[in-house]
Nanobody, 115 residues
Framework: QVQLVESGGGLVQAGESLRLSCEASVNVFSLNDMGWYRQAPGKQRELVAVITSGGSTIHANFVKGRFTISRDNAKNTVYLQMNSLKPEDTAVYYC?????????WGQGTQVTVSS
């Protein structure tokens, strides 16, 4: 069983920054991909960014150049640095981890961007 605990969400104005953190209860080396997804009201959950066990990253087109996913192996933590936030980035952000055939989710953290 893998537990993921997110933190760092909040209310900011357009153009500001936030950094989300996701701490895993296991050594991240034992996991496959880790990523961030988001879900806005009335919309489906969508992929924001992924970091593989090898350190490669993939970012959704709508966040390229603004968001960056990274990982601190010593802290078993994955981060999402979000810059130049827009009102359309408002959503609940979820951390995800894959281990073998299993996928695990955090409880989510709310990000609200006001105009």
């Amino acid at each position: 069983q893998v537990q993921l605990v997110e933190s760092g969400g909040g209310l900011v104005q357009a153009g500001e920054s936030l950094r989300l953190s996701c701490e895993a209860s296991v050594n991240v080396f034992s996991l496959n991909d880790m990523g961030w997804y988001r879900q806005a009201p009335g919309k489906q959950r969508e992929l924001v960014a992924v970091i593989t066990s090898g350190g490669s990253t993939i970012h959704a087109n709508f966040v390229k150049g603004r968001f960056t996913i990274s990982r601190d192996n010593a802290k078993n933590t994955v981060y999402l640095q979000m810059n130049s936030l827009k009102p359309e980035d408002t959503a609940v952000y979820y951390c995800n981890a894959k281990k073998g055939i299993y996928a695990y989710w955090g409880q989510g953290t709310q990000v609200t961007v006001s105009s």
